[in-house]
Nanobody, 120 residues
Framework: QVQLVESGGDLVQAGGSLRLSCAAS????????MGWYRQAPGKQREMVAL???????IYADAMKGRCTISRDNAKNTVYLQMNSLKPEDTAVYYC??????????????WGQGTQVTVSS
C-alpha cells in the first residue's frame, strides 16, 4: 500500500499563492506518476496536474500558466505551486499516485485531501 499525506491547504485571497505538498510512503517502489486532483462542492473530481518519474508533466487547461508541479525524489514528495488563485479554484485538493505507461496515466492511490479556499 501507498500512503499519501497532503499539506499546505489554506484560506487565501484571490490573486494569492499557495504551495501544496504531498509526501508518499509505504510501497512506493514502482510508482511512476504523482500529482493532484481537486473536487469542488457539487462537482466531479478533476485532474489539476500530474508528473511522471521522467518529469513529464500535464496540466489542466484551467490551471496552465498558474501552477507548477514538481517532485523531490529524495523526499518522495510532490509539490503544487499555485499562483494567481481565483475563487473558482476553491476545492479539496487530493494527492494522487500511480503509473504512467505507454502514454496513459493511471491513478491507484489517493490522499485524504487538503482544503483550499480562495476568497474574493
Amino acid at each position: 500500500q501507498v500512503q499519501l499525506v497532503e499539506s499546505g491547504g489554506d484560506l487565501v485571497q484571490a490573486g494569492g499563492s499557495l504551495r501544496l505538498s504531498c509526501a508518499a510512503s509505504g510501497s512506493i517502489f514502482g510508482i511512476t506518476a504523482m500529482g493532484w486532483y481537486r473536487q469542488a462542492p457539487g462537482k466531479q473530481r478533476e485532474m489539476v496536474a500530474l508528473i511522471s518519474s521522467s518529469d513529464r508533466t500535464i496540466y489542466a487547461d484551467a490551471m496552465k500558466g498558474r501552477c507548477t508541479i514538481s517532485r523531490d525524489n529524495a523526499k518522495n514528495t510532490v509539490y503544487l505551486q499555485m499562483n494567481s488563485l481565483k475563487p473558482e479554484d476553491t476545492a479539496v485538493y487530493y494527492c494522487a499516485a500511480g503509473y504512467r505507461e505507454s502514454g496513459t496515466w493511471r491513478i491507484n492511490y489517493w490522499g485524504q485531501g487538503t482544503q483550499v479556499t480562495v476568497s474574493s
